[in-house]
């Protein structure tokens, strides 16, 4: 079984070091490519104020943010979310696993490494060389709706992201469609424990059936290849 969480992220701003913290992480769970409808969506109080720039970009003000939980209370949901086997998918992935690392360790959470994390931005230069392959260039691309995109949202875009990210892949079956009644079909689908299962039954053939099969055998195919004896002619070896 393959699992992936599709995620992003929002800050302050771009750099960890100085200062700057998260403030939003959405999360969108899907497995063997199939969108399960578990999500994960957490504001963040930064502690700290967040700057005109950012809040032009997100719209979460300090005003906002405030009465929600520091990341050192929630990041573990996080973590539970992701589990164990969870790789790990962003857009520019350089940015957000360097920024849930280094919060993370600096709260004494564990890190990620880089062999559970898929970059679409990547996927999409190698595909795209030369063109633009931001979030929004990409779902214009593949035709998927971002108009409720007038701001970065952490799980809106991942949602918008795993759409993307299906069709990199190669383009998205109809089943893979994240619109709610294709997410209950793919909860169902996961679901094997409820599949029935069926004894395997057995169809003995009384003496009469067994009697004219044999006869059928015998008078019917007397020309079946497995009859005939092997010519002597035949060559094994080229000459």
């Avoid at 092997?230 to 094994?236: D, F, L, S």
């Amino acid at each position: 079984m393959l699992r992936e969480i599709v995620f992003d992220t929002e800050t302050t701003g771009f750099n960890p070091e100085e200062g700057d913290k998260l403030v939003e992480i959405g999360a969108v769970e899907l497995v063997n490519h199939l969108p399960t409808g578990r999500t994960y969506h957490q504001y963040i109080n930064p502690g700290r104020s967040v700057p005109e720039d950012a809040v032009k970009v997100h719209g979460l003000t300090d005003e906002f943010l405030k009465n929600y939980p520091k990341l050192s209370e929630v990041a573990q949901d996080f973590i539970n979310f992701v589990g164990d086997d969870g790789i790990l998918v962003a857009h520019n992935a350089s940015f957000d696993i360097h920024f849930i690392n280094y919060e993370f360790k600096h709260l004494g959470f564990r890190t990620y490494t880089w062999d559970r994390v898929v970059d679409t931005l990547e996927i999409a230069r190698n595909k795209f060389p030369g063109a633009r392959n931001n979030l929004d260039a990409l779902c214009r691309r593949f035709n998927i709706d971002n108009s409720a995109r007038t701001k970065h949202g952490a799980l809106l875009d991942a949602e918008l992201l795993a759409e993307v990210y299906l069709e990199l892949l190669g383009g998205a079956e109809p089943t893979m469609s994240l619109t709610a009644e294709d997410k209950v079909v793919a909860r169902a689908e996961l679901k094997t424990e409820s599949k029935i299962y069926r004894e395997p039954r057995s169809f003995p053939l009384n003496e009469e059936e067994l009697q004219a099969h044999k006869t059928f055998l015998k008078e019917k195919l007397t020309d079946a290849l497995w009859l005939k004896e092997p010519e002597n002619n035949i060559k094994t070896t080229a000459e």
